[in-house]
């Protein structure tokens, strides 16, 4: 006698996502079990192992690819660009695909605002962009002093630039929203009179 063997769902990964940004907006990421994700999908824990490492995975599976696309996207950027600009490019040539598989936008940015702990795992990520960019940088021949400081300021563009990017619902230009931080920090930068306050901050 044949035994059914239950068949391979395409979508499975897609109905766990959806449960458990379901139920993290209902009851608070910190209260909800993967026990009640699965039961919300009709999906099986051996399934939800399948995609995802734990119940935080569902909101941040893939960011480790994050600080290594950005890094060698800087690493390929055209050689006769500055530090500064290569970095730039980088953001701009693969932010689209980049925030393009970001899914579920607003729920999930809404999940992350209410949960200290997702909000400290956010800046974990964005610390090993950090540091993947400063090496990147040294990789180019920036100074380490020099990488440090334009990696910080980068990963701050590339970050406002996926919040722009999320209050349009993921429908702006990432590249345009890139531009945009940038275009706002150099203008706050050239707005400042460095010279004159040489003798406020002690030089």
């Not at 334009?150 to 996926?162: P, S, T």
Request: aromatic share 6%.
């Amino acid at each position: 006698m044949l035994v059914a063997m239950p068949r391979w769902d395409p979508r499975a990964e897609d109905r766990l996502r959806a449960a458990a940004l379901e139920l993290y907006l209902e009851h608070g990421y910190e209260s909800v079990t993967v026990a009640q994700i699965t039961e919300r999908a009709g999906l099986t824990r051996r399934t939800f192992s399948r995609y995802f490492t734990d119940k935080r995975d569902v909101l941040f599976a893939g960011s480790a690819q994050l600080p290594v696309t950005l890094a060698d996207a800087v690493r390929r950027a055209d050689h006769s660009l500055p530090p500064f600009g290569a970095m730039l490019a980088a953001f701009a040539d693969t932010g689209e695909l980049l925030a393009g598989r970001v899914r579920h936008v607003a729920p999930r940015r809404a999940i992350i605002k209410a949960s200290p702990e997702l909000q400290e795992r956010e800046r974990t990520k964005f610390a090993a962009v950090t540091a993947a960019l400063a090496e990147a940088l040294r990789q180019r021949g920036a100074a380490e002093s020099q990488a440090s400081l334009l990696a910080h300021v980068g990963a701050a563009i590339f970050q406002a630039a996926f919040e722009r990017w999320a209050d349009q619902a993921g429908q702006a230009d990432f590249s345009a929203c890139v531009r945009e931080a940038a275009t706002e920090l150099a203008g706050s930068l050239a707005a400042v009179d460095i010279p004159a306050l040489s003798g406020r901050i002690g030089t």
